[in-house]
């Protein structure tokens, strides 16, 4: 689906998410319906991550629009974090730092 | 890394509120435990849009495959159903925090006029639901001319 150039306003809708905790890191998984991959904007700025929304989903006159913001913290490695969007659903997956990671220390006999 | 760690095993704060803990402990924090009070995450899920040769509906269905949606229209009813389910979870993974709802659902709309059941049209994309319906040639509007 195309995003409409020129929409004069928008309405801000939060997504839904779930944050899933893995030894690797953590996964972001955000329902944004509507959502198509140019209306897509993720940045990282001062340990804060911003996720914009484009869709082509109209209420009245005005477009719909996801917006949503997580703070992270220093352990996620943030040059990695990658992102994929499939059949509506946003799917983050924030790694943590080599160091921040749990290692299992085996006790030898 | 583990002095860092270390620091705040000393300090006693009665007031810290779980949402500090939250933060500490999950090593993200938003409106999760906040703001999710404030303003409940959502987005529409549902909207009809009709002129005089059809009605459309679009019905937000994010992670939805189309084989897991059925559709059915009975004169001037339109079902809905549909199920997913959850992420499923790996080996050492857990849930910090859940917002996203799954399972079943059914939904009934009743349509502002009469449709041609066998001409309706539905696509999914993007996980919108588009539903284009047109309507019964009775029930558009006719203009009549008033004859002297």
Known sequence: MAVPQKVSEYLDFAPPADVIENPAGLKLVLDVPGACKDGLNINVESGELNLTADTCVKRGDKAVRYKRTFQLSDQIDVQNIKAKLENGVLNLMLPKHEHARVHRVKIEA | ?148
Do not use: C
């Not at chain 2, 810290?16 to 435990?33: A, C, I, M, P, Y």
């Not at chain 2, 906040?34 to 040769?53: I, M, Q, T, V, W």
């Not at chain 2, 559709?71 to 996203?100: A, D």
């Open chain 2, 1 to 148: 890394m583990l002095a860092k760690r270390n620091d705040n095993w000393g300090l006693f704060q009665p007031w810290r509120t779980v949402g500090d803990l939250h933060k500490e402990f999950l090593g993200l924090f938003d409106e999760l435990s906040e703001g999710f009070n404030r303003f409940r995450a959502s987005y529409p899920k549902l909207n009809l849009n009709e002129d005089e040769k059809e009605i459309v509906i679009q019905m937000a269905l994010p992670g939805y495959n189309s084989d897991q949606i059925e559709i059915e229209v009975v004169s001037n009813f339109l079902v809905i159903r549909g199920e997913r389910s959850g992420p499923e979870l790996g080996k050492g993974e857990r849930f910090l925090h859940q917002e996203r709802s799954f399972g079943k659902f059914e939904e009934s709309i009743k349509l502002p006029s009469k449709v041609k059941s066998s001409k309706v049209k539905a696509k999914l994309v993007d996980g919108i639901l588009t539903i284009t319906m047109p309507k019964l040639e009775e029930e558009k509007a006719q203009t009549i001319k008033i004859t002297e």
